[in-house]
């Protein structure tokens, strides 16, 4: 398999790509224990637009990429940059596959369990800090930023909290996700009833045509 | 009297016998400085080079590889992790400067138990028949006085339905790049060499023989003579390098 784009240019990207999240598992360390369990599962993201294909090799060591491999894949999926971003980002990744634009191959559980090692990575800053500037103005910093960073999820989940109450309660503008989630549940029962009954009517008018003549 | 056989030196004409000292100079004097040289005179792009010949040569657990002309290890400090405790690498060159260079490096760096350092010449591999899963000769392939020789030495050693492959440099496939890449070769890279390892002599000798090695459709097809088959190349960075594979078939 060739790739598109100039394999010095396509390695490159990779290469940067894999420092950059491998530098981020190594501050980590809960991720490692995940990815072991992983070790021997190859992971086939086939980007369309743009087209890219990536593979993904995790060990105990981290996560290795590569543009090409020539052996079995466990899970492959194909899709747009966008919805591998999404599902990237998911909280709820099974629903995200399932009503998402991705088409998937093979075993979806290493996937699944891939996806929650890093959707759940918790960045231990200090021991950076701390071997560039020293314990004390290192450990100083490091809580400083442990702090910005909590207050900062703190906010972010009450900002998300208060928008979806105003949205859902005060404005009225879109309903509850759970009310829709019934309203979807209620339209695909009503929809099975009617087949149903349709099905029922078809049979009575065929018996009908059949006593008839 | 008879003639004695010619081969080249960069641009000179040397006779056969007398090339390899001739080339083991060249690496006597750089093997110090060849990583830094490297990266000096690549920009660091060869680490991409080298790290799209290890995603080309799938190598896998458990494989064995051989990789001649293997300098200063990068290559085989990368396959010694793929391959794991129950591989098998072997870094071989015809220097033993380099070699010393390499093993210092790769013992250094706390790699050892799968890699074996082994100094030979590529054209007579003391290897038996069908020993490895693949072979890499990383920017070696040049500097080999007969590189038919060695292609067949490599096609002995791979086991069948093995990959060799060549990482060289090779003609730029765009006329302006091959200007400014002569220009490069020929008035910066001496004047480099001589300010770091103070030889210019070495990569004068360098921008020479890349001049002089097969371009990619020729080595390819002395690949194919040789007996490999799917023989195909990838150009890197316009043409500047090319990855050429085989398999044994």
């Keep these: 398999m060739t790739t598109t784009i100039d394999p010095t240019l396509h390695t490159a990207m990779l290469a940067a790509l894999e420092a950059g999240l491998n530098r981020g598992l190594n501050l980590s360390p809960q991720s490692k224990p995940g990815l072991a369990r992983l070790e021997d599962s190859v992971f086939a993201l086939h980007c369309t637009a743009p087209n890219l294909n990536i593979y993904l090799h995790p060990s105990a060591q981290g996560i290795r990429l590569t543009g090409i491999h020539h052996g079995p894949v466990t899970t492959s999926i194909r899709g747009e940059a966008a919805d591998f971003t999404e599902l990237a980002m998911s909280r709820d990744p099974t629903a995200t596959l399932i009503n998402g634009g991705l088409e998937l191959e093979g075993d979806s559980a290493p996937l699944i369990a891939l996806q929650q090692v890093l959707a759940t990575l918790d960045i231990d800053w200090e021991a950076p800090l701390v071997s560039a500037l020293g314990d004390i103005a290192g450990h100083q910093l490091a809580q400083t930023l442990r702090r910005g960073f909590s207050w900062s999820k703190q906010a972010s989940a009450g900002l998300t909290r208060q928008l979806e109450e105003f949205i859902h309660e005060e404005a009225r503008v879109s309903p509850p996700r759970l009310e829709v989630e019934d309203f979807y549940r209620d339209l695909q029962d009503l929809g099975l009833r009617v087949d149903r009954l349709q099905s029922r009517a078809e049979r009575l008018r065929a018996r009908l045509q059949k006593t008839r003549s | 009297m008879s003639e004695k056989e010619t081969t080249h030196f960069g641009y000179q004409e040397v006779e056969k016998d007398a090339k390899a000292g001739m080339v083991a100079d060249v690496f006597h004097s750089v093997a110090a400085r060849y990583d830094l040289m490297n990266d000096l005179m ?26 001649i002309a293997g300098g200063t290890g990068d290559l085989a400090a990368r396959f010694a992790e793929i391959v794991g405790p129950e591989g098998r690498v072997v870094l071989a060159d015809i220097n033993d400067s380099m070699l010393q260079v390499g093993r210092d490096k790769l013992l250094d760096k706390g790699r050892q138990g799968n890699i074996e350092f082994v100094q030979a010449d590529a054209q007579f591999l003391p290897f038996p028949d069908d020993s490895f899963d693949c072979v890499t000769i990383a920017f ?11 292609l067949h030495s490599m096609l002995r050693v791979l086991k069948p339905g093995g990959r060799l492959l060549v990482l060289e440099f090779s003609k730029p496939q765009n006329a302006l790049l091959s200007k400014a890449y002569d220009t490069y070769s020929f008035r910066v890279l001496p004047v480099m060499g001589r300010l770091v390892t103070n030889d210019s002599e070495s990569y004068q000798y360098l921008a020479e023989s890349i001049r002089k090695h097969p371009d990619q459709g020729t080595l390819q097809g002395m690949m194919e003579d040789a007996g490999f088959c799917q023989c195909e190349y990838h150009n890197m960075t316009g043409g500047v390098v090319a990855l050429h594979r085989g398999i044994k078939a």
Excluded: Q
């Design chain 2, 42 to 67: 690549s920009g660091g792009i060869h680490r991409i080079w080298k790290r799209f010949t290890i995603e080309l040569s799938g190598v896998r657990k458990k494989h064995s590889v051989l990789d």
């Design chain 2, 140 to 150: 070696g392939l040049r500097n080999v006085t007969d590189i038919n020789l060695a």
